[in-house]
């Protein structure tokens, strides 16, 4: 059972996930192999009895579930961080307040070759991943209960990947969590301000300078934050305004699958197969908030889904973690110019 | 040449450290060494000319400064993040908002002894770094152009510690950085609701319930705290209210050494050496804030000064970075039980 608790002071969140209970000799966590053993490897062709049944895969048709013959498969995690069983009920401890472990938590196997990692997948398999990601994005939004869903993926062991066979998760929670709630707070105050989504104005200057662009496509720019947090990181945002990451046409998502093969090639290439951890950023779905009743008026013009890629190539040390600022020893410029230049 | 940039989309500040400019050949940063070569170690005695001259130290009182016969020596940073020779001022380029890199970047050298580390120090040796802390702090109080000096230890490579000779680093910044100012706003929240200070009703409470205590002397509760971002946060509190910790008397200052070695041990000895850092969160210095002129009314009152040692035995991953959550597979109650049966 798990259960998130409120940090007063710092305003956030804590989830105390205790499915995952570690006494001292457990840490440093070391579960991550080079390559992983391939004959005990649970996302294997044969071996998806030793993962919890299926909830969602692209197979060929003349295949049964949990059996061979998917491209993308879908499962819950068997160390869950958040359950469906579990209750989203707010509550308090003494002076303290909490709140059930209600959720989701969910892996997809993105491919079934052990050995195959995203910067060989082809367009046509990161349009697959695609497809299960807004596939299970909008069937999670259908329980009311869930109030975000974070895609999120950790590519090397830096980046926080504990399983070798390449996989992305899927977590739906009850609650808005801090970075989204902010991202939907401060494009809300820009739109106030000037009736204008604030990604579509930092789009428009981006490719005017062009100076921080990596790659563009006919829906898609990739481009390196004026203010990146981290060394390397690329943001990937549709050109055309949209609030919902999982509304994109079939031609669109080809184009996103294009430009995320490119990014994640010339980022594997100019920086020797980095860890990074990709984050897609969509609107929280419509829900009665009735403590803040005014806070999706408008979300249909402010809000502006997005992709980050965020390198893990520095190391997050007292500095960053006692004031909140991160300190980047590249300038996004110069960072942009580099995976450019690539010619892959 | 270093400059702030303001991350509107997320609301923070990222540094732009350009004296560190690095290209993708120099990631990842490999500059620790397990032991480190004492002959070129900066920090050893006869190697005072290899560092920029002492700003402050405990030394003999025959010794002359950059000379051997010190215990503790403070420097500046051979590569800045801040330096005092840059501009305060806020500024703009075309959409965004920037900053000039104004501050201070400050080594503190906590011992001569290359293979010395803070587990093997004892009281009056921290006692000593402490009043480093304290002057430094006070020093740099002194230029009303300084809003904040953020303290801190790296403590492993896995906690971002670059050289190998033990030392901490203070950081002077133009602006209070993100979390310091949420820390102020939210304790002033609950001052205005309750008059009350956030972090004495936290200690007693933690006191009354015991479960989450690991050590505690006349002066200081060291606990890890109910939400702790961290699995075996420790943090350790003074017990008497006061918003500024370079105000602590010699008698305070002594007990605060012996509730952090004896933290220290119990965290080397539970987990084995784990990477950590440690952080002060002080009060900022009261100024004149035309932007904000509300913002010190009562601070005595409702900050509490504390220090965060920060284990870092987990990697923060996609979930991590996309929301702003943690997720600790240790419950605070159970890591303080471990750490309270630690026998030194």
Redesign the interface.
């Known amino acids: 059972m798990s259960e998130?608790?409120?940090?007063?002071?710092?305003?956030?969140?804590?989830?105390?996930?205790?499915e995952?209970?570690?006494?001292?000799h457990d840490?440093?966590?070391h579960v991550y192999e080079e390559h992983g053993d391939i004959s005990t490897c649970p996302f294997e062709y044969g071996n998806e009895d030793k993962t919890p049944p299926e909830i969602f895969a692209i197979r060929d048709p003349n295949t049964k579930p949990n059996t061979p013959g998917w491209k993308v498969r879908v499962i819950p995690n068997k160390y869950p961080?958040f359950r469906i069983e579990e209750t989203d009920q707010s509550d308090f401890?003494?002076?303290?307040d909490k709140k059930g472990g209600f959720g989701a938590h969910e892996v997809v196997v993105e491919t079934p070759d052990h050995n195959r990692h995203i910067e060989n997948f082809t367009v046509d398999e990161i349009f697959d991943i695609l497809t299960a990601y807004k596939e299970r994005i909008r069937s999670l939004y259908m329980d009311l209960r869930i109030k975000?869903v974070?895609v999120?993926?950790?590519h090397g062991k830096?980046?926080?990947?504990s399983l070798v066979h390449s996989h992305s998760?899927i977590?739906a929670?009850s609650q808005i969590?801090?970075?989204?709630d902010?991202?939907v707070?401060?494009?809300r105050k820009?739109f106030q301000k000037t009736s204008r989504c604030?990604?579509c104005?930092?789009i428009k200057?981006e490719m005017e300078?062009g100076d921080r662009i990596v790659y563009e496509n006919a829906d898609f720019l990739a481009y390196c934050?004026?203010?990146?947090?981290f060394?390397?990181q690329v943001r990937i945002v549709p050109k055309f305004h949209s609030k919902d990451f999982y509304t994109i046409n079939e031609q669109q998502q080809r184009n996103l699958a294009e430009i995320l093969q490119i990014t994640v090639r010339k980022l594997h290439k100019?920086?020797?197969n980095?860890p990074f951890?990709?984050?897609?950023?969509t609107a929280p779905p419509t829900r009665d908030f009735p403590e803040k009743p005014d806070y999706f008026i408008g979300i249909d013009r402010f809000f502006h889904w997005f992709i980050?890629i965020?390198?893990r190539?520095?190391?997050?040390?007292?500095?960053?973690?006692?004031?909140?600022?991160?300190?980047?020893?590249?300038?996004?410029e110069?960072a942009a110019k580099?995976l450019r230049e690539v010619i892959l």
């Open positions: 998130l608790r409120y940090n007063k002071l710092v305003d956030t969140w804590t989830v105390i996930a205790v995952r209970a570690r006494r001292p840490y440093p966590v961080a401890y003494c002076i303290y975000y974070q999120f993926k950790n830096d980046a926080g990947k998760q977590i929670l969590p801090k970075i989204p902010t991202i707070n401060q494009s820009h604030l990604l104005d930092e200057f300078e934050p004026y203010a990146s947090l060394p390397f100019s920086l020797v980095p951890n990709m984050v897609i950023y980050d965020l390198p190539i520095v190391i997050q040390a007292g500095f960053e973690l006692g004031t909140g600022y991160l300190i980047n020893p590249t300038p996004p110069d580099f």
